[in-house]
């Protein structure tokens, strides 16, 4: 069985109505990995009721923002593709 039951690639703005519908689809064996514009949610993150936290190096940097915090892990490309295949389904926002 998959270490992880569904795999979400969130890539839109906390202000975006997708956002929000992502955080409450989020279950307790779910993982999700912001990415794009998603990255600008990190503040957010201690907010993300249960569910493993990722955010992807490289747009973390490519805004400016700081490292992960305590919620949140970075990622490179080859650990983001890892976390996929550790899905049982992947869902992108």
């Not at 490519?62 to 983001?80: F, H, I, P």
């Amino acid at each position: 069985m998959n270490e992880l039951h569904t795999l979400h690639i969130l890539n839109k703005t906390p202000d975006h109505p997708r956002f929000g519908e992502c955080l409450g689809m989020l279950g307790p064996d779910d993982a999700i990995v912001l990415i794009e514009n998603g990255v600008l949610g990190l503040a957010a993150a201690e907010g993300f009721h249960s569910a493993r936290v990722y955010a992807l190096r490289d747009d973390v940097a490519a805004r400016g923002l700081s490292g992960g915090t305590q919620a949140t892990s970075l990622v490179d490309y080859s650990e983001w593709v890892g976390l996929t295949l550790q899905a049982e389904r992947v869902i992108s926002w």
